[in-house]
């Protein structure tokens, strides 16, 4: 488990891959291996993908003091600096596609191409989750982390994929409860989350953006990413139709290959 000294903390990270680098931002309760091996074997063939696990979360410190999307934030940028990366494509997924915007609004110059996936600008004119999915989401006594985890499934995956995927949800089950992220780590990140509102600003992202969502998200609905595309100038938007949340484990050739074809238009300046 590679760690490393990022600013005041340690981030435990994976530079794999080869081709101009994409640092790659996960999102609420996962960690530097919950992006699933059949997108990552995509990405690393035309990229130097950088994952790492937030701080709370993985191997990465676990300091006490709150959350926010700023402090995440900074930790990815001296993550670049740590490991002297002076510009990357950021691709963020769901919180991680919060941090993303947040990089890009607060650091520009280090930012080459934009992919924001399953993400929301929060806030007002963000859409939210019925009462009943993010009830669905919100840890419950009694339950082992196993059985959390795979309630979390029934509001983040597409009902198909939780059919035909068995095989691959069982990997990914071990791999959460290997460092399991915390109760605790899972609450400041919800606070985070809620805190966070970028509508305001998205008129000043300039960096090309593609967008992605999944047309049966229940978690983070599909007008999120209208919303994003509608203020991002230029932003372009991919909807897969039948993926939910998860739609980088759900269609991983579809949504890397849209991820490589977008990118490829974008100079990768050193």
Known sequence: MPMIKAGEISLEYYVEGDGPPLLMVMGFAGKANSWGEPIMSRLREHFTCIRFSNRGTGGSDRPEAPLTIRMMTDDAVALMDALDIKRAHVFGIS???MIAQEIVLNYAERVNGLVLGCTTPGGSHG????PEVTAAMA??????????????WTVICAPAFIESSAEFLEEM???????????????KQGVAIQAFDSFDRLSQIRAPTLII?????????????????????GA???TLSGAAHMFFWEQPEKAASAI???LA???AEA
């Open 139 to 152: 840890p419950k006594p009694g339950l082992s982390r196993e059985e959390q985890v795979r309630n979390f």
């Open 236 to 238: 372009e938007k991919l």
């Open 173 to 187: 089950i071990a791999t959460s409860l290997e460092q399991a992220t915390p109760i605790e780590t899972l609450m």
């Open 265 to 267: 238009r974008v100079p």
């Open 95 to 97: 919180m991680g596609g």
């Open 213 to 233: 969502h999944g047309d049966i998200d229940r978690l983070v609905p599909p007008a999120n990413g209208d919303v994003l595309a509608n203020g991002i100038a």
């Open 260 to 262: 490589i074809e977008f």
């Open 127 to 130: 859409e939210m989750a019925s």
